[in-house]
């Protein structure tokens, strides 16, 4: 069979039985069979990085394998997991089940940071950024990929999240300017070196309540870190302990900013004014007008800081 016959007969095969996440707009029934295609033919990529891409052909082995990953699929194992790879503001990741899978949602918070370090890069060298919650190093890394000034250091409390994003530097050959390091939020950089001395904290907590992550679709919850997700009882639990915790870290007028969920906006934007720490708080919504990213900018010094 010539392969666009095999692709269209996948596609009717697969009408209907594939079922797909609101928060993976990119996966759709071409860009499933296009990147599942390519990862069996032995150069795994991202759904998103099969556009416009000509399939290249398949031997019977590899049909076969085609036809093994196409059922993991549909017995709900994610495409990422499939392929190892998940694009993230344009840029192709190594991913597994050792962090949470980048949402393209998160491009929100990831752009925004970006769009900062560069403004940022215009008044000095080298700009210091912590990304907290690394999970696979997606945001820090991405940063750092996109604007040559920036020097990250990621952090996270999962040692198997950092495992993956230690695995994504040298993926992405960027250790002369990205560290990882294992500990509970800012642990790991609790020290003179870090101390008022970065320039842009960027972070994407846990942040659905506990009782929602234990009604989470399956697809997730069998395959995806539950602490990815657990934020306490009411979600917020660390990103209250951010917006308290990141002064000590930051330079004066340094920024710090994160992802929130939705429905979370407006009281975290509250917590941030109550604060007194931040001189200025603002905020990004989704297509849908959800507040998803807030940035606060340091106000002082931090030895007129309390804890
Ligand atoms: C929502 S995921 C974000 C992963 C990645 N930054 C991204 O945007 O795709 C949250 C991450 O926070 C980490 N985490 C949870 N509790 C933490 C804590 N107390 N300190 C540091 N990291 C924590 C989890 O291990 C997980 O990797």
């Given at each position: ?119 940022l890069?215009?008044?000095k060298?080298?700009?210091n950024?912590i990304?907290v ?52 939020l800012f642990?790991?950089v609790d020290h003179n070196q870090f101390h008022e001395n970065t320039d842009i904290i ?38 209250q302990r951010l917006i308290v915790d990141a002064p000590i870290f930051l330079q004066k007028k340094g920024w710090l900013i ?12 509250q917590l941030c004014q109550k604060s007194k720490r931040y001189d200025s708080v ?12 807030i940035l606060v900018r340091n106000k002082q010094f931090n030895m007129l800081v309390t804890r």
């Amino acid at each position: 069979m010539h392969q666009n016959e095999h692709f269209d007969s996948l596609k009717q095969r697969l009408h209907n039985k594939i079922s797909f996440l609101d928060d993976k707009p990119e996966e759709t029934l071409d860009s499933t069979i296009k990147s599942l295609w390519f990862t069996a033919f032995g150069t795994p990529i991202s759904c998103e990085a099969t556009d416009s891409i000509d399939l290249p052909e398949l031997s019977d082995y590899q049909k076969d394998i085609l036809n093994q990953l196409i059922e993991k699929r549909l017995n709900n194992t994610p495409l990422a997991h499939l392929t190892g790879r998940q694009r993230f503001m344009g840029i192709d990741f190594i991913c597994d089940k050792r962090a949470l899978i980048p949402r393209k949602e998160t491009e929100i918070l990831g752009w925004r940071a970006l769009k900062l370090s560069i403004e940022l890069a215009k008044l000095k060298q080298r700009i210091n950024i912590i990304d907290v919650c690394c999970g696979g190093g997606n945001l820090g890394l991405s940063i750092a990929f996109h604007n040559l000034n920036a020097k990250v250091y990621s952090t996270d409390i999962s040692n198997e999240a950092v495992d993956l994003t230690i695995e994504n530097i040298s993926y992405l050959k960027l250790h002369q300017r990205v560290c990882a390091g294992q500990g509970d939020l800012f642990s790991s950089v609790d020290h003179n070196q870090f101390h008022e001395n970065t320039d842009i904290i960027v972070c994407n907590p846990p942040y659905i309540s506990g009782a929602k992550v234990k009604n989470m679709n399956p697809e997730i919850s069998e395959n995806e870190p539950v602490l990815a997700f657990d934020g306490g009882m009411f979600g917020t639990k660390i990103i209250q302990r951010l917006i308290v915790d990141a002064p000590i870290f930051l330079q004066k007028k340094g920024w710090l900013i994160f992802e929130v969920g939705v429905g979370q906006g407006e009281f975290i934007i509250q917590l941030c004014q109550k604060s007194k720490r931040y001189d200025s708080v603002e905020y990004l919504k989704d297509h849908s007008g959800n507040i998803r990213v807030i940035l606060v900018r340091n106000k002082q010094f931090n030895m007129l800081v309390t804890r």
